[in-house]
């Protein structure tokens, strides 16, 4: 099965940035469409952006569009998020998965991986003053 690991979450101030990482484990990602997908406390999972395994026609939720960016470099095997202007709403754990609909990014807002692998553990990310 597909496995992740997710970094590069902390805490930050209203108005910061950070950079999470999704790495894979013992596979390449760039065949894939990566998703990222936030956890709430309280709240159900949701998706926040997709790439697809051609980096075209990315996919951003309303709530994150104009201030997170999804990039990939297939020759260091990472997907990244770049997320600006945090605001406490985003505040959530955070997780990469392979979406259902390989190789692009249709129905991510569904929040089903590939081949119903497991989601990783997640990284915190924590938007506080």
């Known amino acids: 099965q597909l496995q992740f690991v997710e970094s590069g979450g902390g805490l930050v101030q209203p108005g910061g940035s950070l950079r999470l990482s999704c790495s894979p484990s013992g596979f390449r990602l760039e065949f894939y469409a990566i998703g990222w997908f936030r956890q709430a406390p309280g709240k159900e999972r949701e998706a926040v952006s997709c790439?697809?395994?051609?980096?075209?026609?990315?996919w951003y939720a309303p709530s994150v569009e104009g201030r997170f960016t999804t990039s990939r470099d297939n020759a260091e095997n990472i997907v990244y998020l770049q997320m600006n202007s945090l605001e406490p709403e985003d505040t959530a754990v955070y997780y990469c998965?392979?979406?259902?609909?390989?190789?692009?990014?249709?129905?991510?807002?569904?929040?089903?991986?590939?081949?119903?692998?497991?989601w990783g553990p997640g990284t915190q990310v924590t938007v506080s003053s």
């Open positions: 790439i697809p395994s051609v980096p075209i026609n990315k």
């Open positions: 998965a392979a979406v259902q609909s390989q190789p692009v990014c249709d129905g991510v807002e569904n929040v089903r991986t590939f081949d119903s692998h497991p």
